[in-house]
């Protein structure tokens, strides 16, 4: 059986969104058991000039639901992007695995071979579906995950490499 396009975009954000959501959860229990306001965890940022955890969360559910959008042409539901504890965001994360799952594999069909533009800034992008996805979407879903758990670990949360991958 060959690699579909839903495999390697729906299954994947669905895995590690789950992830996302374990690191969270071991951040929240790491604010109460040290005693730290989580509302500063959920602000925390790597450096001055980087977005908060809050944020790092919002952009890994955009960038999912987004690819999939593109891909599919199937409308995701728009979120206001107003968390700002880990109950809001954990819900952020559940609304959107609920809608990641609710996109049929057939809605895929063709979609490799998709053409769409988008804007980033000023300027337009034009792209394939497979490209796409591999060289782009995949890649800016990484990198808000990935952000995620740099702050929480910046910031003290014992968490690990088998936190961030979970198991297959």
Do not use: C
């Not at 992830?19 to 040290?34: E, I, P, V, Y």
């Not at 337009?124 to 995950?145: D, I, K, S, T």
Request: glycine share 6%; aromatic share 10%.
């Amino acid at each position: 059986m060959s690699l579909t396009m839903y495999d390697a975009s729906v299954t994947v954000f669905l895995h590690n969104l789950k992830q996302l959501s374990h690191l969270l959860d071991k951040g929240l229990a790491h604010a109460q058991a040290t005693g730290i306001d989580p509302a500063t965890l959920v602000q925390a940022r790597l450096a001055e000039d980087m977005r908060p955890l809050s944020f790092q969360i919002q952009g890994a559910s955009d960038a999912s639901k987004l690819a999939v959008v593109r891909l599919t042409g199937v409308a995701a539901p728009s979120f206001a992007d107003t968390e700002t504890t880990f109950e809001e965001l954990q819900a952020r994360i559940a609304n959107t695995r609920g809608w990641l799952q609710s996109v049929p594999r057939e809605a895929f069909e063709g979609s490799e071979e998709r053409t769409f533009t988008m804007k980033a800034g000023a300027t337009e992008l034009a792209f394939v579906g497979q490209p796409y996805l591999l060289h782009f979407a995949l890649p800016n879903f990484f990198f808000h995950v990935t952000t995620a758990y740099d702050i929480l670990r910046h910031k003290g949360v014992q968490i690990g490499k088998r936190d961030y991958l979970g198991r297959a």
